[in-house]
């Protein structure tokens, strides 16, 4: 049986103040004080994924780890980063500093723990983000497509959606008193950084006309349509505490990511500078959620570029909301191509890291490199490992500006890619170059008589040759090219060379198999075997103690 | 203001017609062209005629090129930056694809705004060979003529409505021919035409492959048309004319 968690809050709300139900009943306050922690997770403790994942972690002190001892969460997500894209990027990342590559480790290949992610949903067997990042985050795994719901979801119905709402970590973490902090190089908006704070029976529900404009959404009324993702943003402290009646949180401190259309109007008057539309904004309910969030939070920093960003001080800022981009930020090999200029992963990390910190409480951060997916869909092995490694530099300066004895990190992907490493290549050949074999000079030759690369797709686009394009979307302008090429005077190691493909698709897609998880600080230990997705939620929950807390901030 | 539609044929265009349509702005209307191309017979193959429609919509910094014949308009707007960037909307289906400024190829050129707008660059119009000029200020029609690598070009350019009234390429093996057919002034009827496409539900191609369960999309995916839009016949200059046969470039 499963409940609903926000229904229930507000029920109780109600029959507290129904002729002194109290009283009649005979309950006290502690008795209040368990109803609202049983209606805070409820619907989550009831489902079998969490409940599973939940045991799992129970064992903990087989493991020496101490609950409530990471007083700071940080999880980092690489979009679409699987094992063979962390390998490969730690090999560009060594052949960049001048080693054979092989022998490198990125930042979070030194964390002491690591183990395996099982990444399918409940209704796919290949996932997609929205499904895998609700797992992460709210410890239950669900169906594809939906953001912050249970698998009782069906996407698209909007009556669906009540009573199938699950609490994320990072909302627990607020409730708390944490400090709680949302980073992504895609739109902030997007499914993975949407997972962390919003409720959408689709994720491709980021603003009100996408609501609007989806035939195929069912059920929905018209002139009551669900609240869409970007609204859940800037709403995130309102909503929390109408679901809890009496919660005074503070809401989120940091914002920062791409994706300003879904909350500027569809009105040419509010472009900005950075615009790459005639109309910047999407919004078709006349709302400037930009300027709401900043009517919230009076002493915020509402940024648009790379010279707002430098202008905060992370000392003294109490909110920060960062939307660099129309759309997504740009990959980090064209980020200076942006029109305004945008800050780096590392940079929003590090700034991230220096305002939460202020909270004696600690803090809870999601930090996705959101583009590393969206460059193996286009086929640029490049693009791809090249954020990846800034995705690693990014691990590192939290690393680097945190204690280690407080601080939980977690590095995870939310699934992986059809991106292979193949062939045998002698020690130190260039991971993004052509095969050539132990012992030889000159690359070898398929049975076909052509060169071939380490690096490959099973499907998608396939060969293109842009010379030093360093935008790997620009691949969508090249005719789908599947199959084998010559590349004997090719530069496979260019910006602008596009992999081979087997089988031909408009755009590569995701893979089914396990990603790893990377873990430092308390609680890392839990790290280890092959794991439900989902159990991620539980071992940040542990570690922090973050649904105790809460329960007991809401007594 | 005053509102005409007309059918401007080249050949026939009369000097009262551009008189009238001159009082438009040419920074917002609409051009309608049958494009004709016929591959001449030759030893082992037929004769061949293929036709198209391209109609052209001008808005400020906003330029569309609407392919009637596959329901397909490309929109590009310029950037305070100097590049262009393009979305592609597919008009049977009332969805659209956005692209980042780079992502379709030529989007980086400074010359692709030219291009799309005019049709044919004042670079290519400027090495052809001005023959002669008929009619004065807003009626006037210059004739241009060219000869290169085994391609004879003509072109009929109206410089107050900055585009060709007519242009011709012939090989031994091919003629091709864009010919306007409509000069649609009415400043309303533009600003319906971008609006209506503007109301398109539109994704990011980036986000194709993360929305594989959204039909059209997937219809993409498998397909792959989406990336291939045809196009008018913007150079002149054989830098990248565009067949007039309704087919997708791949």
Sequence with gaps: MKNTLMVSAIATLILSGCGGSSSDSGSSSSDTDNVNRSAMLENTENNSWFGEAKLNVSSAADYTVEAGSAKNIILFVGDGMGISTVTAARILEGQLKGMDGEENVLSFGKFPFSGLAKTYNVDAQTPDSAGTMTAIMSGAKTDVGVIGVDEDIVRGDCSTIAGNELMSALEIAEIAGKSTGVISTARITHATPAATYAKSADRNWEDVSDIEGDDDKVNCDVNDLPEDIASQLVNFESNLEDRFPGLDVDGLEVVMGGGRRH????????????????????????????????????????????????????????????????????????????????????????????????????????????????????????????????????????????????????????????????????????????????????????????????????????????????????????????????????????????????????????????????????????????????????????????????????? | MIKIVGAVVLGVLSANVYGVACETNPNKMGAHYML??????????????????????????????????????????????????????????????????NEVEGSTDEKIWAKKTRLITKISKNTMKLLRSQGDGCDKLDYYSAQRKGVHYLLTWSPSKELPVRYKEVTQHYSFTATLTLYEPDESKVDSFFTDRDSYQTTDYADIGDNESDPFLLKMINLGFVSHGASGFYNANGDALESASPHHRH
């Design chain 1, 263 to 555: 909350f500027l109007p569809k009105d040419a008057a509010f472009n900005t500078i950075d615009a790459v539309s005639t109309v910047e904004g999407d919004r078709t309910d006349g709302r400037d959620l930009t300027a709401e969030w900043q009517s919230l939070y009076t002493d915020g920093n509402y940024v648009i570029d790379r010279a707002g960003f430098n202008a905060i001080d992370a000392s003294t800022a109490e909110h920060i909301f960062g939307l660099f981009n129309e759309s997504h930020m740009h990959y980090e090999a064209d980020r200076h191509n942006d029109i305004a200029g945008e800050p780096s992963l590392r940079e929003m990390t590090e700034k991230a890291i220096d305002v939460l910190d202020n909270n004696n409480d600690g803090f809870f951060l999601m930090v996705e490199s959101g583009r590393i997916d969206h460059a193996h869909h286009a086929g640029s092995a490049y693009s791809a490992l090249t954020d990846t490694i800034e995705f690693a530099e990014a691990v590192q300066a939290a690393v680097d500006a945190t204690d280690s004895e407080d601080t939980l990190i977690i590095v995870t992907a939310d699934h992986g890619h059809v991106f292979t490493i193949a062939g045998y290549p002698k020690r130190g050949n260039p991971i993004l170059g052509k095969v050539v074999n132990v012992g030889a000079e000159a690359p070898a030759l398929a049975s076909d008589g052509m060169p071939y690369t380490t690096l490959g797709y099973m499907n998608g686009r396939g060969f293109s040759h842009l010379g030093d394009e360093t935008d790997a979307d620009k691949g969508y302008g090249e005719r789908i090219n599947p199959g084998r090429h010559d590349l004997l005077f090719i530069d496979t190691e260019s910006a602008g060379f596009h992999q081979e493909a087997l089988v031909p698709l408009s755009s590569e897609t995701h893979s089914g198999e396990d990603v790893g998880i990377y873990a430092m600080g308390p609680g890392a230990s839990l790290v280890t075997s092959t794991n439900e997705q989902n159990i991620l939620f539980h071992i940040m929950d542990y570690a922090g103690l973050l649904t105790e807390t809460a329960d007991n901030r809401l007594q």
């Design chain 2, 36 to 101: 004709e191309k016929k591959l001449h017979k030759q030893a082992g193959s037929e004769a061949l005629t293929s036709t198209s429609r391209l109609a052209l919509w001008r808005r400020g910094k906003e330029v569309a090129h609407e392919l009637e014949d596959q329901q397909v308009t490309e929109v590009w707007n310029l950037l305070p930056n100097g590049r262009v960037r393009p979305v592609r909307y597919f008009d049977e289906y009332r969805r659209g694809i956005e692209y980042q400024p």
